[in-house]
């Protein structure tokens, strides 16, 4: 069965770096990847979503690379700052059904 | 408010207890579905509608029955719950199926299976 695969370990960072999160995968090719924010208490929030013949998007800050080669995507948050600070899922899919990871910590200190 | 919401916010009930959860969307959106969110766990997929018709039953217990009356509202009756089933339960919807767009969820349903 498919497995998706973020750090368990929270990622504490300083306020002004890049913070970058991996989500791998094994036993899928997903069409599509996509990326949530979820703060405690509140159901996760849609970021970007990247598709297979897709190398990078960006949004503002974010950036996300997408190698199915390597089965693994990339995360990225610029120039971060405190309010950054929540927990990020990676989400893979094919048309109707995606598959959530469980998530990475991300601490952006002052 | 994200466009999805969910009644109640949190939720204590008796292993003997009827209730049920409601999630109502006014995105236009097409696609609605339940997800059980436990600590430290991935999301897990329940149900799914389309065009309020079921689509999707992941293997969830019988004691979980979902109901979709119109395309805008989605509920999860819960009867006969265990202390396991203790979660977040979301409510999410999109566009279509495929959720190019992305899921708009709800903020959840705390429960609390006593």
């Known amino acids: 069965s498919q497995k998706i695969e973020q750090n368990s370990e929270a990622l504490n960072i300083q306020e002004g770096k890049t913070a970058t999160l991996t989500c791998n995968y094994t036993?899928?090719?997903?069409?599509?990847l996509q990326w949530y924010r979820q703060d405690p208490g509140r159901g996760p929030v849609f970021l970007l979503l990247?598709?297979?013949?897709?190398k990078e998007k960006r949004k503002e800050r974010l950036k996300v690379t997408f190698d199915t080669t390597l089965k693994q995507s990339l995360f990225h948050i610029t120039a971060s700052q405190p309010a950054d600070s929540a927990t990020y899922l990676c989400?893979?899919?094919?048309?109707?059904?995606?598959?959530f990871g469980s998530g990475t910590k991300l601490n952006v200190k002052p | 408010e994200t466009g999805v919401t969910q009644t109640p916010r949190h939720l204590v009930m008796g292993m003997t207890n009827k209730k049920s959860l409601k999630c109502e969307q006014h995105?236009?959106?097409?696609?609605m579905y339940w997800y059980k969110q436990s600590a430290k766990k991935p999301l897990e997929l329940m149900f799914v509608?389309?065009?309020?018709?079921?689509?999707e039953n992941n293997s969830v217990p019988s004691r979980f029955s979902p109901e979709c009356p119109n395309s805008s509202h989605l509920f999860l009756h819960l009867h006969t719950l265990q202390p396991e089933d203790s979660a977040l339960y979301l409510c999410?919807?999109?566009?279509?199926?495929?959720?190019?767009?992305?899921?708009?969820f709800g903020s959840g349903t705390r429960l609390t299976v006593v």
């Open positions: 999410a919807s999109s566009q279509d199926l495929q959720a190019s767009g992305g899921y708009t």
């Open positions: 036993n899928y090719s997903p069409a599509y």
């Open positions: 990247i598709r297979e013949n897709e």
């Open positions: 989400a893979l899919g094919n048309f109707n059904k995606f598959y």
């Open positions: 995105l236009g959106h097409n696609a």
């Open positions: 509608y389309s065009l309020e018709e079921r689509v």
